[in-house]
């Protein structure tokens, strides 16, 4: 059996756009109904919401069926997490609060097998096809993606130096840590924030390393990829859902009073 293409890390190291959403419902249900919606990627997130390393398995084997990628944030950059969430099929993670290269190289040598890294080794596991994948040991950093959140003007900062580590495959900033960083928490519209993370896309773009983000719309989505942006999750489910929910509320009720 030959090892999985990771199609999301093909694409964004080719410059192709990839538009995703953010999966904080924690759902393997919600999952299954999003995979044929079709988006290419979508974020599985363990950082702020209560998934756990079952839940995350069942929306990887959600998405199997379809053509969308599972991106997952684990909870920290921590490799004994990462071990568990790559041993279980995950290809692409996203690491939440890199500052500096030092760390940057300790979330990749966590994807890695010795002699180039500290990933533990396990031969049969979802990863490899319950052993059916014969050169996985030897092949399944090619298909491993590393991205890195940016969320402090440190980081921001130390973009050079992250972007030049060996096995970093994406920047991602986090705009509403960025914001509470900068003094102006909660202030995800401000033109001095987007300011700054405009200079953080030079920087990720001068180095060769494609950027993205999350944003809460459509409109917003298109704007940053116009920005320079190559992959951005333009909303999650649960803001879908609760937006649609209290919008057929409101409408319903304006038309009792």
């Known amino acids: 059996m030959e090892l999985?293409?990771?199609?999301?890390?093909?694409?964004?190291?080719?410059?192709?756009?990839?538009?995703?959403?953010?999966n904080s419902l924690c759902s393997n249900i919600a999952s299954d109904a999003l995979a044929s919606s079709a988006y290419d990627?979508?974020?599985l997130d363990m950082e702020h919401s209560p998934n756990d390393f079952r839940t995350v398995l069942s929306q990887l084997q959600a998405y199997e069926n379809g053509t969308t990628s599972a991106v997952v944030r684990p909870v920290w950059n921590d490799p004994v997490i990462v071990k568990s969430l790559l041993d279980m099929g995950a290809q692409s993670l996203l690491f939440p609060m890199v500052q500096n290269a030092d760390e940057a190289r300790k979330a990749v040598a966590a994807t890695r097998y010795p002699p180039d890294g500290m990933r533990g080794v396990s031969a049969s596991q979802r990863g490899n096809r319950y052993g059916r994948v014969?050169?996985?040991?030897?092949?399944?950093?090619?298909?491993?993606?590393?991205?890195?959140?940016?969320?402090?003007?440190?980081?921001?900062?130390?973009?050079?130096?992250?972007?030049n580590v060996d096995g970093v495959?994406?920047?991602f900033f986090g705009p509403a840590d960025l914001a509470a960083d900068m003094g102006i928490m909660g202030q995800l519209a401000s033109d001095e924030?987007?300011?700054?993370?405009?200079?953080?896309?030079?920087?990720g773009t001068a180095a060769g390393v494609p950027v993205g983000t999350l944003v809460g719309s459509?409109?917003?989505?298109?704007?940053?990829?116009?920005?320079?942006?190559?992959?951005?999750?333009?909303s999650?489910?649960?803001?879908?859902?609760?937006?649609?929910?209290?919008?057929?509320?409101?409408?319903?009720?304006?038309?009792?009073d």
């Open 193 to 203: 924030l987007w300011a700054m993370i405009d200079k953080g896309i030079e920087a």
């Open 134 to 163: 014969k050169d996985y040991l030897h092949k399944a950093h090619e298909e491993i993606c590393v991205l890195v959140q940016i969320e402090t003007l440190e980081a921001l900062g130390n973009i050079p130096e992250i972007a």
């Open 236 to 256: 999650s489910d649960l803001n879908l859902m609760v937006i649609a929910a209290d919008a057929q509320l409101a409408a319903i009720r304006s038309k009792l």
């Open 218 to 234: 459509s409109h917003k989505a298109l704007e940053v990829l116009e920005r320079g942006m190559t992959y951005v999750a333009c």
């Open 4 to 22: 999985k293409i990771n199609t999301f890390k093909k694409a964004i190291s080719t410059g192709h756009k990839q538009v995703g959403i953010w």
């Open 41 to 43: 990627w979508a974020l």
């Open 169 to 171: 495959d994406g920047i």
